[in-house]
């Protein structure tokens, strides 16, 4: 995954490019990057669930790449 990141006054802010909504910031460069990394496991963790939700019963994973 890529973020783009910026210093904005006293806070640093991100966003994770692949993701839409995983954003977040930060009072330094490291903090931001720990809480980036935090938000974009929940939305996948959530994205999982959601999509499982809407398989409903007898659905099969399988792993992919790009």
Known sequence: FTAVIRR?????IGWVEEIPGVN???TTKDE???NLREALADAIEMNREDAKAAAGEGFEEIAMKL
Not at 8 to 12: A, N, S, T
């Open 8 to 12: 904005d006054g006293d806070w640093w």
């Open 24 to 26: 977040s910031q930060g």
């Open 32 to 34: 931001l990057i720990s």
